[in-house]
Structures are given as structure tokens and as C-alpha cells.
């Protein structure tokens, strides 16, 4: 084998080694597109599609997963969110707007759903929602997981506060739940439901509660920060979490999606700190997908836990809060606002089908929503944005440039990627030349061939 030969083949090595590093290396200020946009959205798409489908009937969608597909920018049809508005308000009214059902987060949680449809959850139909929150015995008939919710719902929106009201047993107030959080600490960091040791659970719920007050307020924060090192401290090696169910402890596939929750709502990235990477080099999102399952009919969804014999199964809670995770962990990534963070919501706004029969649309129009009740006859070739699904959300523009610049990184990747493989395609091509050339070469020469052959063969 020629020198000249040999250099060859180590340039196609070296091009190979550069294209994966391309591939599997962080570039600075590009989104991760081998694991967290490929895999984490990939799975939480097949969730979607899943849990909510095309969104037929959405009398069988709940409410958190509805939460969560709203949040995660899906691709749900654009009058979604009025139909689900309509169906909630049909449940409200045949209950009589008494849905706690022994629940009282039911209350909370609806907060969340309707200002996440772009309602003002001080003005459903009437009713100002905040006032379920008003009587704090009846917040904490649920235990701490009532405080916990009812401050996550008070939180998502900067001007939601707990009315007072007349006749309630106990007022409550933000400041009143807060210092309850504030007082029922664990003896080692974190909190619980019952007893003096935390729980991963609780303790992660706990934190997405106070999220909101760890850069103003230095109290939460050293009790946050206590926590998060509690966590640190009780991950398994796997990279997932133990829940107490009973007596015993298990590990479950829950747990870890709420610490996937906590930790974003601070701004962690549950993958790539360094306190949540075991020394085996596992992280809570990897064993997460441990538990993922799909079948080849499309059905995909979570393991509560993982048999040491026979197959895992999907279970329904466990994939609903794998979701919510899975999209926490996507607006993380995406430089979005939080899970729970609803300021980025336009509040009041006309429903995409209201503003499309109100809109008169011209020849100048620049861009419409999707409105199936428009005529033919009223398209013009120049609304080029007619067939695309409506937007979810409606953001501010940092927002969409925070989107739009892991895009930009996957451009210029794509066009790096696209040299390099014309760069192999031109070096295989002198490789299969030049072989030929050479054995010809030595074909008409002899043993010793002369100093003007070796230099006829070396231009050539």
C-alpha cells in the first residue's frame, strides 16, 4: 500500500471522527439535539398523540393532560381550547360548581386549566374560582398537597390573590400557606405527608409550589436549596427516585417525573447537572425513559415501576405525570417560561373561532388563523398561514426568538454535516480512481522501475 494511499484512507477517518463529533458533541448555544430534542420530544409527542389523539371528544381528555399539551405546544386542533372551555363549563354547571369530590386540589387545578385556556380564573361564567381557595381548613382537608396546589394556582398568574369572604372558618391568605410550608419542613430537608423524614414525592411538589420566591425570599430559598440537596443525596444510581407506598420503599417512575418538575421550575437542567449525575454517569431523564414502553400498534406510555420479573406494564398516572415532565422539561430546553408559570398566556384574548368569523379577510391580509367555518370563495393565494394549526400560546416575541434559536444551531449543524458529506463522497471517488491508475502503472513497469516512472505515477 502507497503512501499516498495510506493518507487517503486516514482523511476518511478523520472526516468520519469530525461527523461525530458534529453529531454528539454540545455546541454552545445550540439546543442537544441527539438526546433532549430527538428523544424527550420524541417520546412526549407519541404521548400526546397517545393520551389526546385528534381530540374527537374531549369529554375523555383530563385535565392535566390537557395542561400539559397545552404547555408543550402541541398539535392540538384549533378549536381545542374552546371545546374544552365548553366541556368543563357543562361539568361546573350539572355539579352545581361543586367538583372537590373529597378533593379539594380539584379547585386548584381547575384555576390552572382555565387560565392556561386564556380565561381570567376571577371570571369563569361568574365565578371568581379564587374564592374556593378562601377558607384554609378546607384547603387542608387534602393535607399539605392542598397547601402545595392552592399556592401553585395563587403563583401562576402575578395579579391572582385569595380573596377575603365572609362566613369561612379559617381566611386564608398567600402568606398564610407559604409560612405553613415554611414551618413543616422535615428534620432532614425537604417535606413529607406524615412522619419526621421527607418524602421525594412531597418534597418535589413542595418545591414547585415555592419555586416562585427563591430569588426574593431568603427563607425559602435556604429551605429550597436544603431540598434540592436532599435529592441530590437520595438519588438511586440508576438516576431514578424511591416512593414510600406502605411500608416500603419501591422505585417509581412518579417520583421521578415530580423531581423532573421541581428541578426545571428552578431553572435545572435535570440532565446535565452535576449534582443529578450518579457516579455511574445516569440521570433522572435516562431512567425515565427506562420505564417508557411502546407498542408497534402505537399505544405508548409509562411504567409505574419496573418487575424484577415478567414485563413492565403502562400505567395511567404514571404516564400522565411522565407527560407533564416530559413537557416541563421541553419549555427548559426551549428558554420557555416554566411549567407553571402562566404569565406567558394572553389572558381575554377572542377564541380563534370569534376572531376568524370577525375578521374580514383581504387581499392585503398577512397571516390568519385556521377557521374551517370560512369560505372557500373568501381564500386569497396570498394568506399563506391558512392551513397551518393555530398557535397555542400566544407569546411575546422574546419568547419566540428564545424558540427560534435552537433552530438557527440546527441549520448551520444540518450545513456542516452536508459539507462533510461531500468532502467523503469526493475522497471515495479519488479513492476508487486511483487504485486503478496505479495498478496500471505497475503493470507496464518492471521490478525496479526507474526514478521517471515513480515520478509519471506520483503526478499522475
Not at 398568574?157 to 415554611?182: A, C, H, K, W
Not at 421541581?262 to 457516579?279: K, N, Q, V
Request: glycine residues 8%; charged residues 30%; aromatic residues 8%.
Amino acid at each position: 500500500m502507497s503512501k499516498t494511499f495510506r493518507k487517503s484512507i486516514y482523511r476518511v477517518v478523520a472526516l468520519f471522527i469530525m461527523i461525530f463529533c458534529m453529531l454528539f458533541t454540545d455546541i454552545p448555544g445550540q439546543a442537544v439535539f441527539a438526546y433532549a430534542d430527538t428523544d424527550a420530544r420524541a417520546v412526549r409527542d407519541s404521548l400526546f398523540y397517545g393520551l389526546v389523539g385528534d381530540v374527537g371528544d374531549v369529554e375523555d381528555v383530563a385535565m392535566w393532560t390537557a395542561f400539559a399539551s397545552i404547555r408543550g405546544d402541541c398539535d392540538i386542533t384549533g378549536d381545542f381550547k374552546d371545546r374544552y372551555y365548553e366541556h368543563l363549563i357543562k361539568e361546573l354547571d350539572e355539579n352545581d360548581w361543586n367538583i372537590a369530590g373529597g378533593r379539594y386540589t380539584e379547585y386548584s387545578k381547575l384555576i390552572l386549566m382555565m387560565t392556561a385556556l386564556g380565561h381570567d380564573a376571577r371570571d369563569i361564567e361568574g365565578h371568581d374560582l379564587l374564592e374556593y381557595l378562601a377558607d384554609l381548613d378546607l384547603v387542608k382537608s387534602q393535607g399539605i398537597n392542598g397547601v402545595i396546589y392552592a399556592l401553585i394556582a395563587v403563583n401562576c398568574r402575578d395579579e391572582y390573590e385569595i380573596p377575603v369572604i365572609d362566613g369561612v372558618s379559617t381566611q386564608n391568605s398567600e402568606n398564610t400557606m407559604l409560612e405553613f410550608m415554611l414551618e413543616n419542613e422535615a428534620e432532614d430537608g425537604g417535606w413529607r405527608i406524615m412522619g419526621g423524614y421527607a418524602d421525594v414525592d412531597v418534597t418535589a411538589m413542595a418545591i414547585q409550589a415555592l419555586s416562585p420566591y427563591y430569588d426574593s425570599n431568603e427563607r425559602v430559598r435556604e429551605k429550597i436549596d436544603r431540598a434540592v440537596n436532599w435529592l441530590s443525596e437520595n438519588q438511586q444510581d440508576n438516576g431514578g427516585y424511591m416512593a414510600l407506598l406502605g411500608n416500603a420503599r419501591v422505585e417509581s417512575s412518579e417520583s421521578t417525573s415530580q423531581v423532573v418538575l421541581a428541578l426545571t421550575s428552578l431553572g435545572i437542567d435535570p440532565r446535565t447537572d452535576e449534582r443529578f449525575i450518579t457516579s455511574s454517569g445516569k440521570t433522572m431523564i435516562g431512567r425515565l425513559f427506562d420505564h417508557y414502553i411502546s407498542y408497534d400498534d402505537g399505544t405508548a406510555g409509562f411504567a409505574h415501576i419496573l418487575p424484577e420479573e415478567g414485563e413492565p406494564e403502562i400505567n395511567g398516572l404514571a404516564t400522565v405525570e411522565g407527560f407533564c415532565a416530559l413537557t416541563a422539561y421541553y419549555r427548559l430546553e426551549s428558554g420557555l417560561s416554566s411549567y407553571y408559570d402562566l404569565r406567558d398566556i394572553e389572558i381575554g384574548a377572542e377564541s380563534d373561532a370569534d376572531a376568524a368569523d370577525e375578521s374580514d379577510v383581504t387581499d392585503d391580509t398577512d397571516e390568519i388563523e385556521k377557521n374551517d367555518e370560512i369560505d372557500d370563495t373568501d381564500k386569497t393565494d396570498e394568506i399563506d398561514d391558512i392551513n397551518k394549526p393555530d398557535g397555542i400560546n400566544k407569546k411575546d416575541d422574546t419568547v419566540e426568538q428564545d424558540k427560534t434559536s435552537g433552530s438557527v444551531g440546527g441549520v448551520l449543524c444540518m450545513l456542516l454535516l452536508t459539507v462533510g458529506a461531500f468532502n467523503v463522497f469526493f475522497v471515495i471517488v479519488l479513492l476508487l480512481i486511483r487504485p486503478k491508475n496505479r495498478d496500471n502503472s505497475e503493470d507496464r513497469q518492471d521490478d525496479q522501475p526507474d526514478n521517471k516512472q515513480e515520478e509519471s505515477v506520483r503526478k499522475t
